[in-house]
């Protein structure tokens, strides 16, 4: 009987070699346990530009994590206030109020632990994790009042210091409107030798501004007609909070009795067809502005406001508050807005109206209410007003006032000069800083300058303006902070805006 001799070649001992050694490490890890640190897997926020729309950002671990180490660990430079909520390996950061603008922020974790170290008691931390993530610049716009770019609508980055001349020398800026990512603005024109203030067109036009994601899509200055003034006088218009609603007042030329509201998608189709304005089935109204969740029209309508859908196939408001005259402004969320009661005695009261049903006064006067805002930091509205000082001659002086809305206490911030109605407002997306101007009137206009003449609403001659800027500080602090406006030089115009 022949023998069979086994003969293990050297490829042979090095594969058993291999599998001794890998049967050696998985026992090693049998009897070590699990070793492998958890982890960030995702930060929503990372290399992101945020502004104030964006109130949370969410971290999803590897593994699930020990709530309270994670909590004690995490660290935002400089600090933003927030509340934590979490959805197994998933925890979301929701700030109190938005982060202030022009700023960079920084995000570690380190010395986190996940469940299982907990409970075994070892000191097992999850990786180290730093993110970062930035606000968007403070910017500003206004209407240009210097010889140089008079009636134009010109961009200021406050952050940076820079600024650009957005719309051509052939149109006088009448109104304007940021769209909510701020990369366009929407406006109204006219032809820079026209002083027909009913002969307004609708534009858009680029700012140039970063996307979310930190690229820039558009480079400033790409003017785009979207509705004209061929058949119908375009008197007044508002964007939508979403950005996709353009809601116009017109009035047709030839017939005056065909006056009203129409609705308009805000950009083109994909096809590139410019949109087409519909007529709102509803009665002619006064001064209108469209809902916060981009569905409706409060507009002033006989004895009171109605609160009408934008659609034209029905007429029928969806509320109706007939004593409240106008809706001055709604809160970011829809549930509160500020009214305005028209008094028989001429008086004015601003109540806080909100959707539980309550109607709280706030304040009376015996002049206008130009404007009010609400702040997203804190419960505080900002109105700016004016008070009677000569019934004989209907002299008002303008002032600017925060009402605390859970204690209706008001802090006077600033009085403005007698006589001065013609002024603007803005409250900044973070809720820091508010913009006004102040418009000096043209005392003997000359008249072979008048084509080229810039006029206020009520159609006063503008000599030139100046920009104010004042931070604002927590309307129950204690003691208080004198607030003192700062004049923006060497910008000169007017109807300041933040970009949001």
């Not at 600033?414 to 005392?443: A, E, H, K, W, Y």
């Amino acid at each position: 009987m022949t023998k069979f001799k086994l003969s293990i070649q050297p490829l042979d001992r090095v594969a058993i070699a291999l599998m001794l050694l890998l049967s050696l490490l998985i026992g090693l890890m049998i009897w070590q346990g699990d070793v492998v640190k958890p982890s960030v897997r995702n930060f929503t926020w990372q290399n992101q530009q945020i502004g104030a729309e964006d109130n949370s950002f969410t971290l999803t671990f590897s593994r699930p994590m020990d709530i309270k180490s994670v909590e004690d660990n995490l660290k935002i430079e400089p600090p933003l206030a927030g509340k934590i909520s979490w959805a197994g390996r998933r925890m979301v950061y929701t700030l109190v109020t938005p982060a202030p603008y022009g700023t960079n922020y920084k995000l570690q974790l380190q010395g986190a632990k996940d469940q299982f170290a907990a409970k075994e008691g070892t000191n097992r931390a999850s990786q180290p994790f730093t993110g970062s993530f930035q606000t968007r610049d403070r910017v500003i716009l206004y209407i240009g009042a210097e010889k140089e770019n008079q009636g134009q609508l010109v961009l200021y980055n406050l952050t940076q210091e820079q600024k650009k001349v957005l719309t051509p020398k052939d149109l006088t800026v009448m109104d304007f409107e940021p769209f909510p990512n701020g990369e366009k603005i929407i406006y109204s024109a006219r032809t820079a030798s026209s002083q027909d203030l009913l002969s307004a067109q609708l534009y858009t036009v680029t700012t140039g501004i970063k996307s979310k994601s930190g690229q820039q899509t558009e480079p400033s200055g790409r003017v785009d007609l979207i509705l004209d003034n061929k058949d119908y006088q375009n008197l007044k218009f508002d964007l939508s909070p979403d950005g996709q609603t353009i809601v116009v007042q017109r009035g047709n030329k030839s017939n005056p009795s065909d006056f009203g509201l129409w609705f308009m998608p805000a950009t083109s189709d994909q096809t590139g067809e410019k949109p087409i304005p519909k007529r709102l089935n509803s009665q002619p109204g006064g001064d209108f502005t469209i809902t916060p969740d981009s569905k409706a029209v409060a507009v002033a309508q006989g004895q009171g406001a109605a609160i009408l859908p934008i659609d034209s196939n029905t007429s029928q408001p969806l509320d109706f508050l007939p004593q409240f005259g106008l809706v001055q402004a709604f809160s970011k969320d829809g549930s509160q807005a500020a009214m305005v009661k028209f008094n028989t005695d001429f008086t004015r009261d601003l109540f806080l109206v909100t959707n539980q049903g309550v109607k709280k006064p706030l304040l009376k006067t015996t002049g206008s209410i130009l404007n009010c805002q609400f702040d997203p930091a804190s419960p505080t509205l900002y109105c700016l007003l004016t008070q009677l000082v000569s019934k004989e001659q209907y002299i008002e002086q303008p002032y600017l006032v925060a009402i605390d809305l859970k204690t209706g206490q008001q802090k006077p911030l600033i009085v403005l000069p007698v006589g001065q109605r013609n002024v603007q407002m803005s409250l900044s997306p973070d809720g820091i800083g508010l913009l006004f101007d102040q418009v000096v009137p043209q005392t003997n206009p000359d008249p072979s300058l008048s084509k080229n003449t810039l006029q206020t609403d009520d159609g006063e001659a503008i000599a030139t303006s100046s920009l104010w800027l004042m931070l604002l500080s927590p309307i129950a602090e204690t003691p208080p902070t004198e607030n003192k406006p700062e004049k923006l030089l060497p910008l000169v115009g007017f109807a300041p805006r933040w970009l949001p």
